[in-house]
């Protein structure tokens, strides 16, 4: 994932993830939309991940997304928060961190529409 953003001019930080979700910290392009760097990402991710192992062949990622602009006071600690996903998510699921973050910064969302 990381070369594949580093193709679409997206100097990438840090890539790390668990068995249902990946994190990935990069500069956005300046020429890119993150639609544009998200639907790259999977597109040429998932192609790759089937060419892995037949057990991967139905592979998919579910069509949304989340995106989110950080300050540079805060990259080291969303560094280690990405690299220390296993352990992290031992503590809290994926999807309960998620929903609280939604709920912190007042994001409204639909349960329905968050997860496929």
């Known amino acids: 994932m990381a070369a594949i953003l ?10 790390g993830g668990v068995t249902d979700h990946v994190h990935a910290l990069f500069v956005l ?8 760097i998200v639907y790259e990402v999977k597109r040429s991710s998932s192609k790759w991940i089937k060419t892995q192992s037949s057990e991967y062949k139905k592979f998919h990622w579910q069509s949304g997304y ?3 602009s950080l300050s540079q006071s805060h990259v080291r600690q969303v560094q280690r928060y990405i690299l220390r996903q296993e352990q992290h998510h031992r503590k809290v699921t994926f999807q309960d961190e998620y929903r609280e973050s939604l709920k912190r910064y007042k994001v409204e969302y639909d349960e329905r529409y968050v997860w496929e």
């Open 66 to 68: 989340g995106a989110f």
């Open 6 to 15: 580093r193709n679409n001019d997206c100097p990438t930080l840090v890539v």
């Open 29 to 36: 392009s300046k020429n890119h939309s993150i639609a544009q």
